[in-house]
């Protein structure tokens, strides 16, 4: 059992919570100072200030359980802070993407045994719609009239997306030098997308300002993120239970808040709880652009401090100078014996399109930063090319078309005729 409450949490004055309405969690706890708080939309510990995260008392829960549940991240209902009868509220029914071999990048990079996790076959092409499926689940218990985000992107693709299907009003922040393409995917569900001047931590610092302000707004990732971050678990949950129930020895994932990163941990740690799958060592690395990559430079330092970046780079959903998760993404990769690396822009669109052309997987910018990084941890010997290695791809390219829109082209532009074709030497 992975029951991680030993005392009765803290009461505080809110939201009155439905019974079962958060299934097996039955508190939040600190992260730092293990103090526990009543489940609400609360996120920051009330003795210390640290961040909140998810507590269960979980059930015996067997494989054939989840087997047996449908398709999307809600046959791990049990394991996240969901009702039992999630199933029946409108979502957008993510996950339970693709996990692939990639022999042909494999023999590119010498590596004997390597899979992709594909994450852009989502609703909304990214991963983020696990994360916001579980975060609109708990505005819905809160009674929240407006569903909110701060972005990079992605993010504000799926709560807009989400917020449609569920018939709440969506009202998302992006920096206004996000990609055209991401915006575009925003607005076309909403007509609430905020553009403004400044980067991530700009618009994260607005939107927690108005968290403080505004009556019933639930910021996916503010004053609900406690709730949003679990829905990172179920990438772990799937690459296990379609490994045939067992841990990979190495798994690459991109890093941007780090909350990614964190809850893949946790799930194979709950698998391991719970009995689902056999207890072994695995080594968690992170990637991170160059223009944008505090926790790498805080790993190769040797040093737990994360120092604040301004972000410069194109891997704009990476693009986090701050990354809330930053610490924790140090503890697990140091201690998994991983290691957490970075990559430079044009590393970045190489690794975009040798994914492309080796395994035909068209990723965004943060799938090229991991990709890169991939083959920068192979060829530095700080991963081991023998183990079974998964590297997450957590979008699609067509979000990110000018990352490598003037480095791509025709081979040829030729006239219509045989004799024209003959001349390109393509024959």
């Not at 993404?329 to 822009?345: N, P």
């Amino acid at each position: 059992m992975s029951a991680l409450v030993t005392e009765a949490p803290a009461r505080t004055a809110g939201t009155t919570i439905r019974e079962g309405a958060f299934g097996n969690a039955v508190a939040l706890a600190c992260r730092e100072c293990g103090h526990r708080v009543e489940l609400g939309p609360h996120y920051a510990c009330p003795e210390c200030f640290g961040p909140l995260e998810i507590a269960y008392e979980f059930p015996r829960v067997t494989r054939e359980e989840i087997e047996a549940g449908p398709r999307n991240i809600w046959r791990y209902k049990a394991l996240l802070p969901v009702p039992t009868d999630i199933e029946q509220s409108p979502n957008t029914e993510p996950g339970f993407t693709r996990l692939l071999r990639a022999n042909n990048l494999a023999t590119e990079l010498g590596i004997t045994n390597l899979w992709v996790k594909d994450d852009s076959t989502n609703p909304t092409n990214s991963f983020k719609d696990r994360v916001v499926a579980c975060a609109l689940s708990a505005a819905r218990e809160f009674g929240s009239k407006v569903f909110a985000c701060p972005s990079t992107g992605n993010l504000a693709n799926a709560v807009a997306a989400a917020g449609a299907r569920a018939g709440i009003k969506t009202v998302v922040f992006i920096p206004s030098n996000l990609e055209q393409p991401k915006q575009v995917n925003s607005a076309v569900f909403t007509d609430s997308l905020v553009a403004v001047n400044g980067n991530y931590d700009d618009v994260n610092k607005l939107a927690s300002e108005i968290a403080g302000e505004e009556e019933g707004w639930a910021f996916v990732n503010v004053n609900v993120r406690p709730y949003y971050a679990e829905g990172s678990k179920t990438l772990g949950y799937e690459i296990a239970e379609q490994l045939g129930w067992r841990l990979p020895d190495q798994v690459v994932i991109p890093v941007a808040s780090g909350s990614q990163l964190t809850k893949v941990h946790k799930a194979f740690q709950e698998l391991i709880a719970l009995g689902l799958v056999e207890d072994k060592p695995y080594r968690v690395y992170g990637a991170q652009a160059a223009g944008c990559s505090p926790v790498s430079v805080a790993y190769k330092a040797g040093v737990d401090a994360i120092r604040p970046v301004k972000p410069d780079t194109i891997a704009k959903s990476l693009a986090i100078g701050n990354p809330a998760d930053g610490i924790y993404v140090l503890d697990i990769c140091r201690q998994t014996g991983g290691a957490v690396e970075d990559v430079t822009d044009d590393e970045v669109r190489a690794g975009i399109v040798l994914l492309a052309r080796t395994e035909g997987i068209f990723t965004e910018t943060a799938g090229g930063t991991t990709v890169a990084v991939l083959k920068k941890l192979v060829d530095t010997g700080q991963l081991d090319p023998e183990l079974e290695t998964v590297v997450i791809n957590t979008g699609h390219g067509l979000k990110t078309l000018d990352a490598v829109a003037g480095h791509v082209a025709p081979a040829a532009t030729i006239d219509p005729s045989y004799a024209a074709f003959a001349a390109t030497g393509l024959a």
